[in-house]
């Protein structure tokens, strides 16, 4: 079963609100936990490393105050699109990693801006 | 930064058939993994590989990360329409990170009957 849930699975919003996509590490705790993203017909991109109980860690290019992350806790990490633009539209991705164990990855949101 | 090159972008297959995919990066892997997607949608964990020389297997599907550790094979053993969907192999770009991870661009395959 799967070990990273991911919520919602897909999201429509307007332009210039702002959308909270959760991942849960189930059955474990994951101090760490990562976020991609994907358009279309590209690879996942790696975006921000959330690391729980201090500030996220962004990849270059990635706009920290646009892509709020926060890892409250050993088992959930959020990330927030705040005022969501259509360019913002892709499908998000989140992971996560038992020590020394394999990268599980959640189901994806879907995000549309319209 | 580290490059990493995945062929071909696509294939078609007959069911039954084998099939190769290469990953190769600029420089050393630390890891690699491979994982299965349908397109927006999550993916599917396949294989992790660590050390250079090693190879693993589960059910008809092998990988392989070689020994100088800056390629790794993924190869499907009689094909069938449950393998379609697009391939990805990631490379561990921190040796202090395992969940940071570059991807290749990807191999879409399609099996026919």
């Known amino acids: 079963g799967a070990v990273v849930s991911q919520h919602p699975s897909r999201v429509i919003c307007k332009s210039g609100t702002s959308v909270k996509i959760e991942c849960r590490s189930l059955d474990f705790q994951a101090t760490t936990m990562f976020w991609y993203r994907q358009f279309p017909k590209q690879s996942l991109m790696l975006m921000a490393t959330s690391n729980e109980g201090s500030k996220a860690t962004y990849e270059q290019g990635v706009e920290k105050d646009k892509f709020l992350i926060n890892h409250a806790s050993l088992t959930l990490s959020t990330l927030t699109v705040t005022s969501a633009h259509p360019e913002d539209s892709s499908f998000y991705i989140c992971?996560?990693?038992?020590?020394?164990?394999?990268?599980?990855f959640g189901s994806g949101t879907q995000l549309s801006v319209l | 930064s580290q490059e990493l090159e995945q062929s071909p972008q696509s294939l078609i297959v007959q069911e039954g058939k084998n099939l190769t995919i290469n990953c190769t990066s600029s420089?050393?892997?630390?890891?690699l993994y491979w994982y299965k997607q349908k397109y927006g949608e999550g993916l599917i964990f396949l294989m992790m590989?660590?050390?250079?020389?090693e190879e693993k297997s589960h059910e008809k599907i092998t990988a392989k990360l070689d020994e100088k550790k800056q390629q790794s094979s993924l190869h499907i053993t009689a094909s069938q329409p449950s393998h379609a969907g697009i391939y990805l192999c990631g490379a561990v770009i921190s040796i202090n990170s395992w969940g940071k991870l570059q991807f290749g661009a990807g191999t879409q395959v399609v099996v026919t009957p």
């Open positions: 992971s996560a990693t038992r020590i020394n164990e394999k990268l599980f």
């Open positions: 420089k050393t892997l630390y890891g």
């Open positions: 590989l660590q050390k250079g020389g």
